[in-house]
């Protein structure tokens, strides 16, 4: 069982005061305070901790494959009150910055989830836009561009979702006459919001102090929490779905199982039962699946050194207000009210000049009428990066100012009669956020809210999907799926999704005796790098720690080592 005392680098528990997040500011009534039953129960065939979206999807997928099972879902906040509900409000596949199988696994994700918000009308406010990714430094941006154009050369179909943009050119040729870097040879880019081709520069993407940029086709901003909020209001509709909230799993044991019980269904393969202890009493489960993200040494501490928590800041900033009425046109008494500044995409903004690889900010925009502006990011003013913290119960005030702050100097935020078109070059209204193609600083936005999330960082960049090795604290019947490094909602749909398979497999789950082999001879969708394994593990040690990897760039890999 997991001690008292923490081992060095073992992560705490969640804390019970966290910081406001804007996406808990509406809450579901169903879930909030939620326990199924008034004592947690002594058994169960499932034991989910962890209610975000891999937690929530997990249950969702085990639910598809075997309705009856009895599964419990523990969580020590509310529902949904860690990283899912404390991110940016992103969902991005990397398309070019990782190698391509990986690419399009998280495609695939974003692919999933689209279809299912539309199938279920799911009121999340998911928006479809496209993604731009702005790149402060010459150098990181030349790292880029190879990578996009190697990307070009060997992944076409691909390739064919992102577009370079230069400052040489309009609509992201290359001075040369080579289009776009992905063989499309136009100056004009297929917009996905507009449905049309447009003219594309930097300052037409309100990036104009960039040294490049690429827009990727697939992207989306959505209220993380409502999705999955919406998935564990239809568990519990269904029914044998038991949401245990302020319930937090302290430790884990094992034992042999001297019989079956009464939810193993027959299964003569499981030889271990799993118990989980809580403050309010333990759960006894053949299977555990444990969605604790950067948690997850709490109760493996052997995993102490391969995730490890690291501390995120966001803020909701007010976007700057309409031109004065005293600004706009004369020609009429009464100027019709103007909406609020729309910035069109959802960005990524990396690197800057002097130090190309530690910048990390992304940003979205909320719909109108409050249109906030969701930013997210400076860590690099933060102690230590925030690697090592699992406490979000304060905010980091030197990346409070610079999240105020920054944006302003970054992009445009000018308001745009077209959002799509940058305003005219003429001396006389040049947009007030460049100069001579160097952004000016503004004032700082007010925020709404400030919050802290924490992270899990992997070792290896990879998240960690599958069957815990005994080396590391398991056993046949325990299952993880956790270490996004940041990067979780284009993975984590279909990585609970294999998790929930390969549990399965496992443990020959189910009533059937057959159960088991139907799983082993199904194909599970995830990449191999994602599995646990104790060849995985030794590798992973071989490497720089996450503090150390983090320092020198956290979310870009050395282009020139991605495997295809």
């Known amino acids: 069982m997991t001690q008292t005392d923490l081992f060095p680098g073992q992560s705490g528990l969640p804390v019970d005061n966290p910081t406001e997040s804007y996406w808990h500011k509406e809450p579901s009534e169903k879930l909030l305070g939620h326990r199924t039953t008034e004592q947690v129960p002594r058994t169960a065939d499932v034991v989910i901790v962890g ?17 009856d099972l009895e599964i419990v879902m523990l969580e020590a906040r509310e529902a949904c009150w860690g990283a899912t509900g404390r991110n940016g409000g992103h969902c991005q596949p990397a398309m070019y910055a990782a190698a391509p199988h990986i690419a399009s696994f998280e495609l695939r994700n974003y692919a999933y989830l689209k279809t299912l918000v539309e199938a279920y009308s799911i009121a999340c ?11 402060y430094s010459a150098q990181l941006f030349g ?27 309009n609509g992201g040729g290359d001075g040369n006459g080579n289009g776009n870097g992905n063989g499309d040879r136009h100056s004009d880019v297929k917009w996905l919001l ?15 102090s960039a040294e490049g940029a690429v827009v990727q086709w697939h992207a989306a901003s959505l209220w993380p929490y409502k999705l999955v909020a919406f998935v564990l209001e239809r568990l519990l509709a269904a029914g044998k779905f ?27 393969k499981q030889t271990t039962l799993w118990t989980v202890h809580t403050p309010r009493g333990s759960i006894t489960a053949p299977r555990v699946l444990l969605a604790t993200n950067a948690y997850t040494s709490h109760l493996l501490p052997q995993f102490a050194d391969l995730i490890v928590p690291v501390r995120g800041q966001v803020s909701a900033l007010k976007p700057p207000p309409p031109p004065s009425s005293s600004s706009l046109s004369s020609s009429s008494e009464q100027s019709p009210k103007q909406p609020p500044l729309d910035i069109t995409h959802t960005f990524v903004m990396a690197g800057e000049p002097d130090d190309p690889y ?36 304060g905010i980091d005030e030197p990346v409070a100012w610079y999240l105020r702050g920054e944006l302003g100097s970054a992009m445009d935020l000018s308001h745009r009669s077209s959002a799509a078109a940058p305003p005219p070059p003429s001396s006389s209204s040049k947009s007030e956020a460049t100069t001579e193609g160097k952004a000016a600083k503004k ?5 709404t809210h400030e919050w802290t999330g924490i992270m899990g960082y992997s070792r290896d960049g990879h998240p960690w999907v599958g069957d815990v090795p005994a080396s590391l604290g398991g056993g046949a019947g325990l299952t993880i799926c956790a270490g996004y490094t940041g990067h979780g909602m284009p993975n984590a749909v279909l990585s609970a999704k294999a998790a929930v398979q390969l549990l399965l497999a496992s443990t020959s789950a189910g009533g059937s005796g057959d159960a088991g082999a139907e799983e082993e001879e199904e194909e599970i969708d995830i990449p191999p790098e994602y599995l646990v394994t104790e060849e995985r593990v030794a590798v992973a040690r071989l490497r720089d720690e996450v503090d150390v990897v983090d320092a020198k ?11 295809v």
């Open 553 to 563: 760039g956290s979310l870009f890999m050395e282009w020139g080592d991605m495997r």
């Open 443 to 447: 004032q700082d936005l007010e925020p």
């Open 358 to 393: 530690t910048r990390d900010d992304y940003l979205i925009q909320r719909p109108p009428p409050a249109a906030e502006l969701v930013f997210g990011g400076g860590r690099k003013h933060a102690r230590g990066r925030g690697v090592g913290v699992w406490d979000d119960g």
């Open 143 to 169: 790292e880029v561009r190879r990578a996009v154009e190697r990307l070009a050369d060997t992944y076409p179909d691909l390739a064919a979702n992102v577009e370079l943009v230069t400052k040489m050119t």
């Open 125 to 135: 406010d998911w928006h479809s836009t496209s993604g731009v990714h702005a790149f």
């Open 242 to 268: 038991n949401l245990q909230t302020k319930t937090p799993a302290t430790g884990l044991s094992s034992s042999p199982s001297p019989s079956l019980g009464a939810h193993s269904g027959g299964d003569e």
């Open 194 to 208: 507009e449905q049309e081709r447009r003219e594309t520069t930097l300052d037409g993407l309100r990036v104009g």
């Open 51 to 67: 209610s975000g979206i891999t937690g929530a999807f997990a249950a969702h997928f085990l639910k598809e494959r075997q309705p």
